[in-house]
């Protein structure tokens, strides 16, 4: 058995055309869901990107394995899916980013400190954008590969749009190089008779948004048909007071996206850009899938596509990410395929966490299920042997103070959501909304909050009390009790 893992990052449920985009271009996801398993409704347990990686990577919750904010590293003792699986004779590679430490350079660290992860190869670019000057980041594989071959990372501004950039030839992008070190990790364990598990961890679609030219050009022929975001004027002034901010300019920062100063050219451009991107990381995908089945190994490999966490993109009045849990923020594309041992052409409406993907992974390998793990095993499900759309009675995320901006009030949040209804609760905050709740089967999506509708009094004490009771099974396993006394 092989495991290539593919994450993208900041990619949102609503991508994909299995998930019924008919935008974009991404026929070989689409292959891969024809072939697999379509999980809609998946769900990360944090909107920022360490906190969500730590967790889908332990199984282990954000506030349990270590990285709740981003810039703070995990556990020293964690245990990594990688880890387990070198322990068993896997080789384990990665390229790209893996995020689970600090790993800004003004840190003094030109690399983020890793833990015994697991990773035998460790092809590290935790984004494409050099640091000052690229000589300055020697441990940025991606960066060097570009210094080596003369190729200098310029990503102007358009002219149109400052809110999209110009990006870098397909050849010479973050992404296709990402591809290019799994392919080639693949082809030298394959020549060596060795199993394998690589994770693939681009950088896109997160912002900036800067796709190759010739990916945006099919958008801009097809520009004033792009959908503007999903938003209303004052829907704001009853949410709380972080996307207030983050309207003013994301990430709390007055300038930065500023939601009404964007004229409905700029969002229909950058969401063409960030549609771009998907579509180029749906064509390394297609390389990758297509490696596998030209070299043999199809069959033997599991193959899982996921995302990180979501990206706001104008709905709500809000671009990029932050202390909030809507649909876009959240709610995540999930395929895994893996021929001739799951059961192709299904789609499943059941809820799943990526805390799920760890012990699902390693039950799938016939691993021992790690007693530190919350993450809740679906390998049963892929396998045809429990009902396709059961698994979870709810999905549970939360965001404690995860991102520096946000510092006066500091942000912390959580969120529970059973499928059709939607709860959100600020922690610790007088200003502003102290909570949200969604219907999810009213439309437009999550505009209105009913948190203090008098006619949704008893659904938010309910869903109040589900909340608590899912903050306190976060609680550590670990260590496991010995005796009764």
């Known amino acids: 058995m092989n495991v290539l893992w593919i994450c993208t990052d900041q990619q949102r449920f609503d991508t994909l055309g299995c998930m019924g985009n008919p935008w974009v271009y991404t026929p070989n996801l689409d292959r891969l869901a024809a072939e697999g398993v379509l999980f809609e409704n998946t769900y990360a347990q944090s909107p920022v990107c360490a906190p969500s990686r730590g967790c889908f990577l332990s199984g282990r919750y ?60 460790f092809h590290w670019s935790h984004h494409p954008q050099s640091w000052k000057d690229v000589n300055n980041w020697p441990a940025n594989e991606y960066s060097q ?51 394998w598990l690589f994770s693939f961890n681009c950088f896109d679609p997160h912002h900036a948004f800067d796709p190759p030219a010739e990916y945006l050009e099919r958008y801009l022929k097809i520009l004033d048909q792009i959908p503007l975001p999903n938003y209303e004027p004052g829907e704001l002034e009853n949410k709380t007071v972080f996307q207030q901010k983050d309207h003013v300019g994301a990430y709390n920062t007055p300038g930065q996206m500023p939601y009404d100063e964007m004229t409905d050219y700029d969002h229909r451009m950058i969401t063409a850009a960030y549609w771009a991107m998907v579509d180029l990381i749906d064509k390394q995908v297609g390389r990758m899938l297509d490696y596998l089945e030209q070299s043999g190994q199809k069959e033997d490999t599991l193959v899982i596509f996921h995302s990180d966490h979501g990206e706001n993109l104008g709905d709500h009045g809000m671009y990029l990410k932050g202390p909030y849990f809507y649909e876009n923020n959240v709610h995540v594309p999930l395929i895994i395929s893996w021929p001739g041992k799951i059961p192709g052409g299904r789609k499943s409406k059941a809820l799943i966490e990526l805390a799920d993907l760890a012990p699902t992974i390693c039950e799938a390998a016939g691993l021992p299920l790690y007693e530190g793990f919350q993450g809740k095993s679906f390998w049963k ?56 709740l969604y219907d999810l089967q009213e439309k437009p999506l999550e505009r209105y909050n009913h948190y203090n509708n008098p006619a949704f009094t008893e659904i938010k004490v309910r869903m109040l009390e589900l909340l608590a009771d899912r903050m306190a099974q976060t609680c550590d396993p670990l260590p496991t009790r010995k005796a009764c006394w």
């Not at 394995?65 to 990594?80: A, S, T």
């Not at 080789?91 to 990773?119: F, N, Q, V, W």
């Open 381 to 436: 499900i892929l396998t045809g042997e429990s009902d396709l759309n059961t698994h979870r009675d709810s999905v549970y995320s939360e965001f404690y103070n995860s991102n520096i901006n946000h510092r006066n009030p500091l942000a912390f949040t959580t969120m529970v959501c059973d499928g059709r209804y939607k709860l959100t609760k600020v922690h610790g905050c007088t200003q502003g909304a102290e909570g949200e």
């Open 145 to 195: 590969f570009l210094m080596e071959n003369c190729v200098d990372y310029v990503t102007p501004n358009r002219e149109d749009c400052k809110y999209v950039q110009v990006g870098v030839d397909e050849k010479w992008h973050q992404t296709t190089w990402c591809a290019d070190q799994a392919i080639a990790f693949m082809e030298k364990c394959k020549t060596r008779k060795k199993s």
């Open 62 to 121: 954000p506030r349990t394995c270590g990285p709740r904010q981003n810039g703070q590293d995990i556990g020293k003792d964690e245990k990594l899916v990688p880890k387990m699986f070198a322990d068993h004779g896997y080789y384990c590679g990665l390229s790209g980013k893996l995020h689970l430490s600090a790993c800004h350079p003004d840190t003094g660290r030109m690399i983020e400190s890793r833990i015994d992860d697991g990773y035998h190869e």
